[in-house]
């Protein structure tokens, strides 16, 4: 794309040329995927109405995706919304989420459009490879319910406090939040429905 000359005395906004054509690669693929158990009976297995969805490595197809379609504010009450690394499936049962677990935060600032900003800020910050220990990361969850609307963070080592610790101060600061917020580990979680949260910041 040409771009104009600055004359004399005026200030020079653009350094390089633009090229409107071309596409940002992402460090990593993304995948989107939706669940929504809501839609299915009581007794059908966890995870059965789970699906991926689309699949982006720019940040113009984020952008064009996040713009366009999915925002959490329009999901059913029970619908599960995740975006996880391309390869990495939000499940416990996954080989690279086995051993992992999750941060969460809840929608303490009420309204779907506080969901919406947990739910933006904490993709950019993923997509954008913002966190120190980034291949801790697999992936976030927005859950949409009528008693508590929350946002999880899932990572991979459970184990690896520090890590996990890092991970959670970053989170909170990317996403402006001040409350608490709490990890689980996901062999925790499998074995009791009412589990003890492991870490809190
Ligand atoms: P949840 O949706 O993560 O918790 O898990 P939430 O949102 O606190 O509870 P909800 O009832 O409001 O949805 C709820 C239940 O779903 C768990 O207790 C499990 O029975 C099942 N479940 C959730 N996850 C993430 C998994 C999973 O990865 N694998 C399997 N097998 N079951 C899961």
Redesign the pocket.
């Known amino acids: 794309m040409a771009q104009e000359e600055p004359q004399n005395g005026e200030v020079k906004l653009i350094e390089r040329p633009i090229d409107g054509g071309k596409k940002h690669p992402l460090e990593n693929a993304w995948t989107f995927w939706f669940d929504n158990?809501s839609g299915k009976s009581k007794s059908a297995?966890?995870?059965s109405s789970l699906r991926s969805v689309y699949t982006f490595k720019t940040v113009e197809d984020f952008w064009c995706l996040y713009n366009n379609v999915f925002l959490p504010s329009k999901l059913p009450s029970?619908a599960?919304f995740h975006c996880f690394k391309s390869g990495i499936e939000?499940?416990?049962?996954?080989l690279i989420?086995a051993h992992g677990g999750?941060w969460t935060a809840t929608n303490t600032r009420g309204g779907k459009a506080g969901l919406d900003q947990l739910w933006l800020n904490t993709l950019l910050a993923m997509i954008g490879e913002q966190f120190d220990e980034g291949d801790e990361i697999c992936g976030a969850?927005a859950?949409v319910?009528a008693?508590?609307e929350?946002i999880?963070l899932w990572t991979r080592t459970a184990t690896n406090e520090a890590a996990q610790m890092s991970i959670g101060k970053q989170w909170k600061e990317f996403i402006d939040y001040n409350e608490k917020i709490q990890y689980m580990f996901?062999e925790d979680?499998?074995k009791d429905?009412a589990a003890r949260n492991r870490y809190t910041l």
């Open positions: 158990p297995a966890w995870g029970g599960d939000p499940k416990w049962e996954d989420c999750k969850v859950s319910r008693r508590q929350k999880a996901h979680a499998k429905k």
